[in-house]
């Protein structure tokens, strides 16, 4: 061995010492980067070799004889190296030697817990794609009145019902005619809301990062508007009538009798996952289900020739034992005054995103959420085991 290889394998000595600390550090990355340079020293050593051991054409190859001393123990150091070498060239399809198989033989076995005896080159499975867990999102803007506004702030006319009585009788001719009770109509004020925040990420995350960031993000402020506009419809649902429900026959009276008939031809049932339930296991008297499937969303069930739309139970939980069965025709019951579609800007600049070297997105929801006709909805609770 000549004194430069024995130069290179000191150093590959240091720098499989320095990656091994790494890694017992945590270091994983910086170890990579060590481990690169290490191998880079390996193929060195492996190039000066081969130059050593190039016969001169003519002439006879200089070989000597190993020289076996009893008792002699090899330097640890050394035979680390060596059995690297022997593994390297084995992995490389090359010749060995009798004295680098001799090496193998020994009882240095490989194994993946150990990073120098092999571990370092089973590559780890890490993956950067972000996967999104499978969650219900129901959208119960879908089922109310949409109504874009351009200022934010104004109102709406609405009728207020009221009975409507027969036309007097004309008892004679040339008979002065009686003034007709006039219709009452109502205002329904609006007020709009501004919804929103900033979201700070790294310039770096997203340069480095091989998923697109910002397509998930948008995924997920998408989200957020959705849980946005539930908790503002639910929460102006809760201010409906409220009506213990009991079973079966409690919620054909609500359709049969509390809501209007008209009304009632267009109402839907929402529920959540335990009214669901409930609902669900219900049975006519000859054991078939009450519920049945709709032929137009082989999905979605049918109660009566009504949609049942089902929320999470954390989405619409159920208090103290008592299942929400909302009942009615949404779209006449809640109106979503929207002065402004979701409105997402990013800025790279503005913002202090220039000295933090940072992107910024700004989120802004502009909407406001008000009972339309208070006649059209009943806020059902049915009590389960």
């Known amino acids: 061995m000549t004194d430069k290889e024995k130069e290179l394998r000191q150093l590959l000595e240091t720098k499989r010492n320095e990656a091994r600390s790494l890694v017992e550090a945590g270091k994983t990355d910086e170890a990579r980067t060590i481990i690169k340079e290490a191998e880079a020293l390996t193929t060195q050593i492996e190039t000066l070799r081969s130059i050593e051991g190039l016969i001169v054409p003519g002439a006879a190859p200089n070989v000597i004889p190993p020289v076996i001393v009893p008792?002699?123990?090899?330097?640890?150091?050394?035979?680390?190296?060596e059995h690297r070498d022997s593994f390297i060239q084995l992995m490389r399809g090359r010749d060995l030697t009798s004295q680098q198989r001799s090496i193998l033989e020994e009882k240095?076995?490989?194994?993946?817990?150990?990073?120098?005896?092999?571990?370092?080159?089973?590559?780890?499975?890490?993956?950067?794609?972000?996967?999104?867990?499978?969650?219900?999102?129901?959208?119960?803007?879908?089922?109310?009145?949409?109504i874009p506004v351009t200022t934010n702030a104004g109102s709406r006319v609405l009728e207020k019902f009221a009975d409507i009585t027969p036309l007097a009788k004309i008892s004679a001719e040339n008979t002065e005619l009686a003034d007709l009770d006039?219709?009452?109509?109502?205002?329904?004020?609006?007020?709009?809301?501004?919804?929103?925040?900033?979201?700070?990420?790294?310039?770096n995350l997203l340069a480095d990062?091989?998923?697109?960031?910002?397509?998930?993000?948008?995924?997920?402020?998408?989200?957020?508007?959705?849980?946005?506009?539930?908790?503002?419809?639910?929460?102006?649902?809760?201010?409906?009538?409220?009506?213990?429900?009991?079973?079966?026959?409690?919620?054909?009276?609500?359709?049969?009798?509390?809501?209007?008939?008209?009304?009632a031809m267009n109402a839907i049932i929402v529920t959540n996952q335990d009214g669901y339930n409930?609902?669900?296991?219900?049975?006519?008297?000859?054991?078939?289900?009450?519920?049945?499937?709709?032929?137009?969303?082989?999905?979605r069930k049918l109660f009566d020739s009504k949609p049942v739309v089902v929320m999470a139970n954390r989405l619409l939980p159920t208090a103290t034992k008592k299942a929400p069965i909302i009942i009615g025709d949404l779209?006449?019951?809640?109106?979503?005054?929207?002065?402004?579609?979701?409105?997402?800007?990013?800025?790279?600049?503005?913002?202090?995103?220039?000295?933090?070297n940072t992107t910024k997105s700004r989120v802004i929801d502009r909407e406001d959420v008000v009972k339309w006709d208070d006649e059209a909805m009943v806020y059902g609770e049915i009590t389960i085991a």
């Open 71 to 81: 008792n002699q123990q090899r330097n640890d150091e050394e035979f680390n190296l």
């Open 108 to 146: 240095r076995a490989m194994t993946s817990s150990s990073g120098e005896d092999g571990g370092f080159l089973i590559p780890q499975d890490i993956q950067t794609m972000i996967n999104t867990v499978k969650r219900q999102f129901v959208a119960l803007s879908d089922y109310v009145s949409y």
């Open 182 to 203: 006039n219709p009452k109509v109502r205002q329904v004020p609006f007020t709009i809301q501004d919804y929103g925040g900033i979201m700070t990420l790294t310039n």
């Open 209 to 263: 990062s091989p998923e697109n960031i910002m397509s998930f993000i948008s995924q997920w402020i998408g989200r957020k508007e959705i849980i946005t506009d539930n908790s503002l419809i639910l929460a102006i649902m809760k201010t409906f009538s409220k009506k213990a429900i009991s079973g079966l026959d409690g919620i054909k009276q609500v359709l049969n009798v509390e809501l209007d008939p008209m009304v």
């Open 278 to 299: 409930y609902l669900d296991t219900l049975k006519d008297g000859q054991g078939r289900y009450i519920l049945q499937p709709d032929p137009t969303q082989p999905n």
């Open 331 to 356: 779209q006449s019951s809640v109106a979503l005054f929207d002065r402004q579609q979701l409105s997402i800007l990013t800025t790279n600049i503005g913002g202090k995103a220039f000295e933090t």
